[in-house]
């Protein structure tokens, strides 16, 4: 059927509070967690307090689960993690340029969500009984039996909203534990395929 009314079609949507494009956040949220997403690990270690004195202690390795990472491009080889505007992860990315990405394994759930917890004080703990090993250029923590780990230097940061987009150019990647299946994160659940 035909409009025939005279006034724009975007007259007759109703006002929804919130946002002028008329999305509410938990409309865009229901809709965004039907899409099956990949969890990875993003990791880095804080410098050191005082860079120029070689006795310095190191600084604290930091993690996060998260499932906005993906693949940029392939010449040069670049990947791209969304962080939270603010959150500790973001706030060492924009002062370390240095990290890490761990692929999850469906074997590795206890790891996604240990690192997934708000408001905690150390990730030094998170780490103590996570089998790893340091990146060879990162320095920062890579899961063993990861499905595949990449070690990226920041490129680009982007601010995108409440959050920052930090695209990385990939320095080393390996296939630690290519053999398990992946581990996702579909409808506010972390899932396996099969």
């Not at 899409?35 to 190191?58: I, S």
């Amino acid at each position: 059927m035909l409009n025939t009314s005279s006034a724009p079609s975007s007259a007759l949507a109703p006002a929804v509070p919130g946002h002028a494009e008329g999305v509410t956040d938990d409309e865009f949220r229901a809709a965004m967690s039907r899409l099956a997403a990949g969890v990875v690990l993003v990791t880095a270690q804080e410098p050191p307090l005082d860079a120029e004195d070689p006795l310095a202690p190191v600084g604290e390795d930091v993690g996060m689960t998260a499932t906005a990472f993906l693949s940029v491009s392939l010449d040069p080889p670049l990947a791209l993690v969304s962080l939270r505007t603010g959150s500790r992860m973001d706030d060492l990315l924009a002062e370390q340029p240095l990290w890490a990405v761990s692929v999850l394994t469906g074997n590795q759930r206890h790891i996604a969500g240990r690192f997934a917890m708000k408001g905690r004080i150390s990730d030094r703990l998170l780490f103590a009984d996570v089998p790893h090993t340091r990146g060879e250029v990162s320095g920062a923590p890579l899961v063993d039996d990861a499905l595949a780990t990449l070690e990226l230097r920041t490129e680009q940061r982007v601010p995108a909203g409440d959050h920052t987009l930090v695209v990385g150019r990939v320095l080393t990647a390996r296939l630690p534990g290519a053999d398990d299946g992946p581990l996702l994160y579909f409808r506010g659940r972390y899932r396996q395929l099969g």
